[in-house]
């Protein structure tokens, strides 16, 4: 299946919506909540096809995933370091990542990327609780 969209680009967060909650669900601990909810966040995304690269630049680390949309599972690790089995598939117009933990007392989470406009969204979801985070191309 071709790519329904194209997200390659250097996105920088503006807004977020519920992001506390979402950690929270997802277990993150206070102090990485406030480092989360307070950080300035940038996203390269390289798209060539189905293959992507990810580059998300945080203020402690920069974290690069590479995988193939469509391809069945992948190996990742969250940002705050949690180990991950994840699938990347297209949903209509966005790009939808499953992700389970390789722990099993840890939780999974789904994260679905959308283009509006000149905006990308990133709605992030964990027990329910979803998050979004407003991306504007840099």
Known sequence: M???IDLSGKWKVGKS???DAFLTALGVNVA???IATNASITQEITQDGNDMTVV???PLKTKTTKFTVGS???EDETPDGRKIMANAYWEGSSLVVDAKPKDAKEK???VVRTIEGDE???AMTCDGVTAIRHFSRC
Request: glycine residues 10%; positive net charge; aromatic residues 4%.
């Open 2 to 4: 071709a790519a329904p």
């Open 17 to 19: 919506e519920n992001l």
């Open 120 to 122: 990308m969204h990133q």
């Open 32 to 34: 990485m909540r406030k």
């Open 56 to 58: 998300m630049k945080l």
């Open 72 to 74: 069945g599972e992948f």
């Open 108 to 110: 999974g989470l789904k």
